[in-house]
C-alpha cells in the first residue's frame, strides 16, 4: 500500500517542479522579466536623450519666435530673413555666396 502514495508523491512533486520551471521561465524570459528590464531601460535612455535634443531644438525655436514677434522683433534677424528669403540687397552691400 506504501507504493501508490509513493507514486502519487512523485507525480505531485514532478508537477510542483514543472510549475516552478515555467514560472522561473517567465521571471526571465518573459514580457515583464529580466530581459524585458535590460530593453526597457535602454529604450529609457534613448527616449530621454531623444527628449533632451528635442528640448534644445524647441528652446531654438522659441528664442526665433521671440526675436521675430510683430511687436518688437529684432531687427538684425528681420533683415537677415528678408535678404535671404526674398533676396534683397542693399546697393552698398556685399554679398559673398558660400557652398
Not at 521561465?25 to 524585458?36: E, H, Y
Request: charged share 25%; glycine share 6%; with cysteine.
Amino acid at each position: 500500500m506504501d507504493r501508490p502514495n509513493l507514486a502519487k508523491e512523485s507525480v505531485t512533486q514532478g508537477l510542483a517542479l514543472c510549475c516552478l520551471l515555467v514560472l522561473l521561465a517567465v521571471a526571465i524570459a518573459g514580457p515583464s522579466g529580466l530581459l524585458a528590464w535590460g530593453e526597457s531601460y535602454r529604450l529609457l535612455a534613448e527616449r530621454q536623450q531623444e527628449i533632451q535634443k528635442l528640448t534644445v531644438e524647441r528652446d531654438e525655436l522659441r528664442n526665433r519666435v521671440t526675436l521675430l514677434d510683430p511687436r518688437h522683433a529684432d531687427p538684425d534677424l528681420a533683415g537677415e530673413l528678408l535678404r535671404k528669403n526674398l533676396n534683397v540687397a542693399h546697393p552698398d552691400e556685399v554679398i559673398m555666396m558660400v557652398h
